[in-house]
């Protein structure tokens, strides 16, 4: 591990220019690169207290033994060059793209005597209209063979066109009327183009004036008496329209943009763009992003931008939508508007049709980070691994085949709960989940809801365990009931079998490896409870959100797990899971509390009743503030029971406001509970 101060240059020697700096390790290769308005400033902040410095920003600089850098111009000759050193140099600490592959497009050889539409992949060549790119070669040909009905343009390869010119005989496709085979004479060169052209107008969105023309014609033929003419047309019609259908209209403007959208957390992130033409999704595609350098979600927009435009591969539209603003914006919005040669609009939608497709971009990300996070989890291999170096890194005796984990949700210190997930051999047992209310004491403490999570939890346990004989209970436990929906260990029978069912007891196993979600305060009162119950033999981690570490109990430092750790991957989904799981509870509860309210304390008062105030007043705030003779207006609600409800309302205090922290909003009682804002669960 090499030393900064070893190879810090002297401030004085770095210039203010904008400019591209190189990491280079002890063998000189290229571990990083970046660019910057100034180069002082930015080169000075790599060299500062490494306990300053991000976590990966610390690694990189102590595993670099050098750095370089050099001037340009203006801040989009540094983009430009960045780009170009990331792509030569391949540096471990920048961003990495997983699925860089060349998407395929459709296109039309115009620059040929006998235009041709093909697919294709790769730089541009100039003369050649490409459409697209589309996610699979396959949707490309479905729509190309539609099309043919009507523009029958060539598609045969040069030396298939030289061959059938030879001979005088055309292929098969000129036999059954889907190529207008120019190679044996049937059309001019002429001829042959203007359906070429035709066949690009259509593609490109102007598809009204085709179908109009068509239309005309079918009616002239079926006037004259021309059926097989007009049946032929018909046809014709029916097959554009199948291929206006396979990409619906989004943008009713007939827009030209490219919609870039993230999903992220704290490791990886997924990047999906749809390409829109005409108003039409043309294409999508997308990857999946490593976290390797400390950055925001600007940062990656501008890596993607850079990943997707950079090459050259790909036209630029008139419009790039993306979900923030690169820092500065300016660069990258010149950068872009010299590649496509006009003015590009590089900004974020804030409302309308626009704003409602970066909504469905967002949603196809989310889904991609899933899918591929799933897809690491559903690998035998890679859960075996990932197990192990779990074991490894916590240096258990062996790998934890069972993980709990353990979170706490609360909304400002009401309906404080707490959820328990299950993990065996990597995979989620849901289920083994649980879900706990915190009954032990009022208001918001984090650590002492951890306390009393694990203790039920364990209690529970060492109950299961007492039915076998092979432990029992400290008498300074105290009895404590089960966790929320399971039955109490009851009868005479023992094992961690069920005889009547013979399925496992819920809480006959203890996991191999105990985790919580949260640093050294939450770790010490796991391991407060565990020991209060005299059990040693399982083993204790917590995971900290703010920067994946994993702290042991009894330990000032905390393991950090290299960032491809598969290990770390596991941990950091089912910590997210418990999360997940306390959220959902934890706003049903909120949710019909701030339903329900102080009518469940009305005696004789069912669902139904409750369901009909409700429903007639819309909130419990305005029932609040009811007189008796409105609620007597209620079908079913009756001059006493009206009363009953009215005193019992009376009696309860209204809630005080609770805020949203995410969004500084007042949350009132009078709003659909069904909106209520979300809990915050504190890290």
Request: aromatic fraction near 6%; glycine fraction near 8%; charged fraction near 30%.
């Amino acid at each position: 591990m090499a030393d900064p101060s070893t190879y810090r240059p002297a401030p004085g020697a770095i210039p203010l220019s904008p400019g591209v700096y190189r990491f280079r390790d002890e063998h000189g290769r290229v571990i990083y690169v970046g660019k910057a308005k100034s180069l002082r400033p930015r080169l000075s902040s790599y060299f500062q207290d490494l306990a300053g410095l991000h976590p990966r920003t610390a690694t990189m600089v102590t595993t670099a033994a050098s750095v370089e850098w050099t001037v340009v111009g203006t801040e989009v000759e540094a983009l430009q060059l960045e780009y170009s050193w990331i792509k030569e140099f391949d540096p471990r600490f920048n961003v990495k793209y997983r699925d860089d592959k060349s998407y395929p497009e459709l296109a039309v050889t115009l620059n040929e005597e006998f235009p041709r539409v093909q697919v294709m992949r790769g730089a541009h060549k100039k003369g050649v209209r490409y459409f697209g790119p589309y996610g699979h070669a396959w949707a490309i040909r479905e729509t190309v063979d539609l099309l043919l009905r009507v523009f029958p343009v060539r598609t045969c390869s040069n030396g298939v066109f030289k061959r059938a010119s030879q001979v005088g005989r055309p292929c098969l496709l000129g036999y059954i009327g889907k190529c207008a085979a120019p190679c044996v004479g049937k059309v001019s060169a002429d001829e042959h183009r203007a359906l070429a052209e035709e066949f690009c107008d259509f593609m490109a969105g102007r598809t009204g004036g085709h179908l109009r023309r068509l239309e005309q014609q079918m009616q002239e033929a079926a006037a004259t008496m021309e059926y097989e003419k007009a049946a032929r047309l018909r046809d014709d019609i029916g097959a554009l329209k199948r291929a206006m259908e396979k990409n619906a209209v989004v943008l009713a403007d007939g827009t030209d943009a490219d919609v870039l959208a993230l999903a992220e957390d704290e490791l990886e992130a997924a990047v999906q763009i749809f390409h829109v033409r005409g108003g039409r999704v043309r294409g999508q595609r997308g990857w999946v992003t490593d976290r390797v350098e400390d950055v925001d979600t600007a940062s990656l927009v501008e890596h993607a931008l850079q990943q997707l435009y950079g090459s050259g591969t790909e036209n630029v539209p008139r419009e790039v939508l993306v979900p923030a603003l690169p820092e500065p914006a300016g660069p990258v919005r010149e950068w872009l508007t010299g590649l496509r040669g006009a003015q590009v609009d590089l900004r974020v939608p804030q409302r309308g049709d626009k704003k409602d497709l970066m909504a469905t971009v967002h949603r196809n990300a989310q889904q991609a980070l899933a899918l591929h996070k799933t897809k690491r989890a559903s690998d035998l291999t890679t859960r075996s691994r990932a197990l192990q170096e779990i074991a490894d890194a916590l240096e258990l005796d062996s790998v934890p085949l069972r993980i709990e984990c353990f979170d706490i949700s609360h909304l400002q210190g009401e309906d404080v709960v707490a959820s328990m997930v299950v993990f065996e051999d990597g995979l989620a047992r849901k289920s083994e989940y649980r879900r706990f209310q915190i009954k032990g004491f009022a208001g918001q403490d984090d650590v002492r809801s951890m306390h009393e999570v694990i203790g039920r939890r364990f209690r529970r346990y060492l109950r299961e365990r007492e039915q076998t004989g092979e432990w029992a209970v400290p008498e300074d436990t105290g009895a404590d009931e089960a966790p929320d929906g399971v039955p109490g260990a009851g009868g005479d029978a023992a094992g961690p079998v069920d005889p009547e069912t013979g399925r496992p007891r819920r809480f006959a196993y203890p996991p191999q490896l105990l985790v919580v979600d949260g640093g050294q305060p939450q770790v010490a009162a796991a391991r407060r409870a565990l020991d209060e119950l005299g059990i040693d033999d399982v083993a204790l981690c917590g995971l900290a959100k703010r920067l994946e570490e994993v702290w042991l109990p009894g330990q000032d430092d905390p393991v950090v797990l290299p960032r491809t750790s598969e290990g770390l991957y596991l941990l950091q989904r089912v910590r997210d899971e418990a999360h997940r799981f306390a959220i959902a509870y934890q706003r049903s509860k909120r949710s019909k509390r701030l339903t329900t309210g102080g009518l469940d304390a009305v005696p004789g008062l069912g669902e139904t009743r409750r369901q009909a105030l409700l429903k007639h007043f819309g909130s419990l705030k305005r029932l609040r503030s009811a007189t008796v003779d409105e609620l007597c207006e209620v079908p079913g609600i009756g001059r006493r029971t009206a009363e009953t409800v009215a005193a019992a309302l009376a009696s309860r205090p209204p809630a005080a406001l609770a805020v949203n922290t995410a969004t500084g909003e007042i949350i009132d009682d009078s709003a659909d509970p069904a909106g209520a804002g979300a809990p915050r669960e504190t890290p």
